[in-house]
DNA sequence: TAGATTGTTAATCGATTAACAATC
DNA sequence: TAGATTGTTAATCGATTAACAATC
């Protein structure tokens, strides 16, 4: 298969969202509709789609069920990823309990912290635990993604201690960069980034 | 000023955040510099740094404060914007006392929540406010973006509701694409699908 | 002056869109 | 068959990179 281009990967879960609020009354969609409902070019619908193979008919479209498990597939949604959280804080907690990613093939492992006040007490379902038991809870529930829920100061070191247990994918919600060694992807999500670029574009 | 990309207005807050980390013993840096602290590109560096005007000296490189001071004003962060929050479950709370807002020109004005059981209470520096509120707080403190942090099936009211008093620039933390009329602008921002881009990626 | 580094042009790359033959 | 819609090619658009003259 060709390499799938990141744009088309965030769009196709897009389109699967899309797919699971169509109607019931209906079996399949066109790419037409598809662009309608999500606001993408019907054109680059079709183009997307063709990543999974040819799995539309001409003349009827896509049927929404079988399209939204290609999509599933190709998004390994059927694999269910279990996250570490690194920092049990306001953000950290929020996303550990965060009920988004139920449904969406993630669920949370365990969750960490260095503060001594706040470890071993429970955020829901997860008792917060030592940083240095990280590696030993990351093999245990072979957990493959961690995120970085700490306060800017620390990114560096829950990074560190990340990439020490063996992650090797990471979502860094710190207002900064670290740093990785090669073959470690880090994903950066900046909230203030987000408000700065939504402010820029303010109509004045 | 020529219309800046996207892209460009995204890159100025990362170097924003590189050039404060910069040593406090030089007073310039290079775009090669800023490319390696950033992993950005030199030469997209500089194409960058040319839509504030030739702020740079040849043969010298940039002044760090100056620099930082340009980008402000384009990002309009001398500015202080208010920002109101819709929902005030973990998530909403999280975003309410989010200490990276704070120094990037935000401030959280109020918090609102539908739930009765939620209104009046106090999350930190702000009691959580009934929706019905909301017209009037955003004309008294003059708001200008708001944040939806409510669940999926509340999250097209929550933006109604949001456009209905007058916000023209929404942050959607919903997992779900909101309809909003002409003029307003929706950045959506879905932590599942950020966990799926990086799952895609996982080297197997 | 010699060395360094910008600002900018031209080349490259990749992603989006338009168009349309294939075909259900 | 006639109408609809895909899959795909070619055209377009925009963003990134390389290269280098300008100049501090």
Not at 91 to 103: C, I
């Amino acid at each position: 298969m060709d390499r799938i281009p990141r744009a088309t990967i965030e769009r196709f879960t897009v389109y699967l969202q899309c797919l699971r609020t169509a109607e019931r009354d209906t079996t399949t969609v066109s790419s037409e509709q598809i662009s309608g409902k999500c606001g993408v070019n019907p054109a680059l619908v079709r183009k997307d789609l063709a990543y999974l193979g040819s799995k539309g008919v001409r003349g009827v479209g896509y049927d929404i069920a079988g399209l939204a498990g290609e999509i599933e597939k190709v998004l390994n949604l059927q694999h269910e990823w279990r996250v570490v959280i690194l920092g049990a804080g306001r953000l950290g907690s929020a996303l550990a309990n965060y009920p988004g990613f139920v449904g969406r093939g993630f669920s949370v492992a365990a969750v960490f912290d260095n503060d001594p006040a706040i470890v071993g007490t429970r955020t829901d379902g997860h008792v917060v635990q030592p940083v240095d038991r990280l590696q030993e809870a990351v093999a245990e529930h072979g957990a493959a993604i961690g995120v970085i829920a700490v306060p800017a100061a620390n990114a560096q070191d829950a990074a560190d201690a990340l990439v020490g247990a063996g992650i090797k994918s990471i979502l860094n919600f710190a207002p900064v960069l670290v740093d990785v060694p090669a073959g470690v992807e880090v994903r950066r999500v900046d909230l203030a980034t987000e408000l700065q670029v939504l402010a820029y574009y303010q109509p004045t």
